[in-house]
Antibody, heavy 126, light 112 residues
Framework: QVQLVQSGAEVKKPGSSVKVSCKASGGTFSSYTISWVRQAPGQGLEWMGRIIPILGIANYAQKFQGRVTITADKSTSTAYMELSSLRSEDTAVYYC???????????????????WGQGTLVTVSS | QSVLTQPPSVSAAPGQKVTISCSGSSSNIGNNYVSWYQQLPGTAPKLLIYENNKRPSGIPDRFSGSKSGTSATLGITGLQTGDEADYYCGTWDSSLSASPWVFGGGTKLTVL
């Protein structure tokens, strides 16, 4: 069965960076997209961006442009999300999620997220 | 402020039916598939409904989805205490907006 296993919890200082990994197993890594979704304490889900491993292309939400980098290593079926210039408001649980997508007018449109990682708590505190 | 609008909370008694609405626009719900996610306390979200009204393997038929125009609805029948969770709708947004993928703000379901 498909599993997404994320790296462990992190505690970071303001201004630093964090890199979270997401290792996929049980499926064909390159056939899907991997998105990163975060959830601040007591808040809803917020999509940050995604990578299309087969193309090596990443797309980001405007809010995180310039601060987030999403990459994928097809050889190890692992996706990474690096967030820089951390501030206290970045304290959240970060999830990776496998996306089912289709091509529409040259754009890879996400249809759904069918498997999720267990989440990684990132705490930003001085 | 979420691009997709959901009621903050809904409640119903065990065995009853509840619906959760998700309102958007022509750039998102109106022209793209809607999916629904269930998040039990302290756990990762789980896909409940995809492509507006399809259920993944293992999701009971007590859960249903529909879409009309720029709105979508999640229905849950035969409510159980184990259904108490937060529910989120999500879809692609085709406009040159802040985010290509958008979630609703979430709805907390209480089974009284």
């Amino acid at each position: 069965q498909v599993q997404l296993v994320q790296s462990g919890a992190e505690v970071k200082k303001p201004g630093s960076s964090v890199k979270v990994s997401c290792k996929a197993s049980g499926g064909t890594f390159s056939s899907y997209t991997i998105s990163w979704v975060r959830q601040a304490p007591g808040q809803g889900l917020e999509w940050m961006g995604r990578i299309i491993p087969i193309l090596g292309i990443a797309n980001y939400a405007q809010k995180f442009q310039g601060r987030v980098t999403i990459t994928a290593d097809k050889s190890t079926s692992t996706a990474y999300m690096e967030l820089s210039s951390l501030r206290s408001e970045d304290t959240a649980v970060y999830y990776c999620a496998r996306g089912g997508a289709g091509a529409a007018a040259g754009v890879w449109v996400e249809y759904y997220f069918d498997y999720w990682g267990q989440g990684t708590l990132v705490t930003v505190s001085s | 402020q979420s691009v997709l609008t959901q009621p903050p909370s809904v409640s119903a008694a065990p065995g009853q039916k509840v619906t959760i609405s998700c309102s958007g626009s022509s750039s998102n719900i109106g022209n793209n598939y809607v999916s629904w996610y269930q998040q039990l306390p302290g756990t990762a979200p789980k896909l409940l409904i995809y492509e507006n009204n399809k259920r993944p393997s293992g999701i009971p038929d007590r859960f249903s989805g529909s879409k009309s125009g720029t709105s979508a609805t999640l229905g849950i029948t035969g409510l159980q205490t184990g259904d108490e969770a937060d529910y989120y709708c999500g879809t692609w947004d085709s406009s040159l907006s802040a985010s290509p993928w958008v979630f609703g703000g979430g709805t907390k379901l209480t089974v009284l």
